[in-house]
Nanobody, 124 residues
Framework: QVQLVESGGGLVQAGGSLRLSCTAS????????MGWFRQAPGKERECVAA????????YVVDSVKGRFTISRDNAKNTVYLQMNSLKPEDTAVYYCATGQTLYPSSWPGSYNYWGQGTQVTVSS
């Protein structure tokens, strides 16, 4: 079992920044990839960014490229999502997830453990 605890969400004005953190605990030895997903009301869950803990390779969805950065600290079993130049359309619940693929997968089915989610609200 892996437990994921997210933090860093909140309310911010458009153009502002937030940094999300997600720390994994438990049986993390096979958690090779970590990702950030988001889900807005009435929309499907989408992968915002993912990172391989082994290679450091990343995936970032086109809609946030140049604004969001994913990074990790393997020693702390923590992944971060730095979000800059936030837009109202970034408003969603953001979820951290971990999976066993060696590459940074954007497919939710690749992930077997999920955090509880943290709300990000961007006001215009």
């Amino acid at each position: 079992q892996v437990q994921l605890v997210e933090s860093g969400g909140g309310l911010v004005q458009a153009g502002g920044s937030l940094r999300l953190s997600c720390t994994a605990s438990g049986s993390t030895f096979s958690s090779h990839t970590m990702g950030w997903f988001r889900q807005a009301p009435g929309k499907e869950r989408e992968c915002v960014a993912a990172i391989s803990k082994v290679s450091g390779r990343t995936y970032v969805v086109d809609s946030v490229k140049g604004r969001f950065t994913i990074s990790r600290d393997n020693a702390k079993n923590t992944v971060y999502l730095q979000m800059n130049s936030l837009k109202p359309e970034d408003t969603a619940v953001y979820y951290c997830a971990t999976g066993q693929t060696l590459y940074p997968s954007s497919w939710p089915g690749s992930y077997n453990y999920w955090g509880q989610g943290t709300q990000v609200t961007v006001s215009s």
